[in-house]
């Protein structure tokens, strides 16, 4: 199995600041990386496909990187309503989830 | 508009058996990838099965030979028949329209989930 790997598990960030996550895969995933953002009670909906790749409808805040087994989420100024937990989820082999991010209020 | 609407969740015991449907609109369930996927507190997300818009069927470790996908083309539904269920089964289940491209897959439209829960 492919093991995903998010860092940091939390963190804290105000409104304006730049923000990064990262993702390590167990090995090498090529650009096979999706990311999601996840609110209380709801379901997660996709930011990122195919590693670099917005979603329709996405705000261009939301940035992705990486290829093999490396990658990163860049939100480029944190809204308000982004406040969230994020995960990643490659698809070379199966499907499987990172344990997610949370995203919250300093 | 595509809107995905799980049914069939609820309390259920150890071994016993449970169908899960999901509900699609504004997508045609046996032309695409259709997707289970679930979460705990305790796993985080875990991507359950898939079935391709050529019936081909696939689902992770954990529930192979106790799961099984389908559809039903007529009235547009996904199904998931969960049978000997254990604890570690409870979680809310997802059902997904899974995006295709370039030979890419993502998790693109979602239902609001139904709540599994196994326990005696």
């Known amino acids: 199995d492919i093991q995903m790997t998010q860092s940091p598990s939390s963190l804290s960030a105000s409104v304006g600041d730049r923000v990064t996550i990262t993702c390590r895969a167990s090995?090498?995933?090529?650009?096979?990386l999706n990311w999601y953002q996840q609110k209380p009670g709801k379901a997660p909906k996709l930011l990122i496909y195919?590693?670099?790749n917005l979603q329709s409808g996405v705000p261009s805040r939301f940035s992705g990187s990486g290829s093999g087994t490396d990658f990163t989420l860049t939100i480029s100024s944190l809204q308000p309503e982004d406040f969230a937990t994020y995960y990643c989820?490659?698809?070379?082999?199966?499907?499987?989830f990172g344990q997610g991010t949370k995203v919250e209020s300093k | 508009e595509v809107q995905l609407m799980e049914t069939g969740g609820g309390l259920i015991q150890p071994g016993g058996s449970l169908r899960l449907s999901c509900t699609a609109s504004?997508?045609?369930?046996?032309?695409?990838?259709m997707s289970w996927v679930r979460q705990t507190p305790g796993k985080g997300l875990e991507w359950v099965s898939i079935?391709?818009?050529?019936?081909?069927?696939f689902y992770t470790d954990s529930v192979k030979g106790r799961f099984a996908i389908s559809r039903d083309n007529s009235k547009n539904m996904l199904h998931l028949q969960m049978n000997s269920l254990k604890a570690e089964d409870t979680a809310v289940y997802y059902c997904?329209?899974?995006?295709?491209?370039?030979?890419?897959?993502?998790?693109?439209?979602w239902g609001q989930g139904t709540l599994v829960t196994v326990s005696s």
């Open positions: 195919a590693a670099s």
């Open positions: 989820q490659q698809s070379h082999i199966q499907r499987t």
């Open positions: 079935i391709y818009s050529d019936g081909s069927t």
């Open positions: 090995q090498s995933i090529n650009t096979y």
């Open positions: 504004g997508v045609t369930v046996s032309s695409n990838y």
């Open positions: 997904a329209r899974t995006g295709v491209g370039s030979g890419y897959d993502y998790f693109d439209y």
